[in-house]
């Protein structure tokens, strides 16, 4: 389910919110590839399955950027800001890769409100968002994403 603001001035008061969970995205070997193609990252722990499985994860995994892009599936998902001209991808302060995501494996993203402050024309909002592995212990990735929501 959306969590859904009706205006960017919402945002001001929710600070702290959970806004919830994305649905689950297969990582298959396809999407894996796809990623190395368009970032010309084909470093064999990511598109040589052979290799992979004697390597220390056991498979293929997912690009630690790709688990990161995923985010920007994630996060129309989860939340929604109604009452603006524009919505930006701001930027990030921070990102980190815990864990793995394995060939094969299921992850989604939750989201939690963590900053929101008044800016020129709108409101800025820092959302930090989990990446998790369906099944796993740890993260896949955790971002705080900086998003603008101009009035």
Excluded at 4 to 11: E, K, M, R, T
């Amino acid at each position: 389910m959306t969590t859904v603001f009706a205006s960017p001035d919402d945002l001001l008061a929710a600070v702290g919110t959970e806004l919830g969970s994305s649905d689950w995205v297969a990582i298959e070997q396809d999407r894996i590839d796809g990623f190395a193609d368009a970032t010309d990252d084909h470093q064999w722990i990511h598109v040589d399955p052979e290799a992979a499985a004697a390597g220390p994860f056991g498979s293929t995994i997912a690009h630690g950027y790709l688990t990161l892009a995923l985010t920007n599936r994630f996060l129309p998902q989860i939340v929604r800001v109604d009452g603006v001209s524009m919505g930006i991808n701001y930027g990030v302060n921070k990102v980190r890769f815990p864990q793995p995501v394995p060939v094969g494996s299921r992850v989604r993203g939750h989201a939690t409100l963590t900053h929101a402050e008044e800016i020129d024309g709108g409101v800025q909002a820092v959302i930090t968002m989990t990446v998790e592995i369906e099944g796993g212990t740890k993260p896949a990735c955790i971002v705080e994403s900086v998003s603008r929501f101009l009035r």
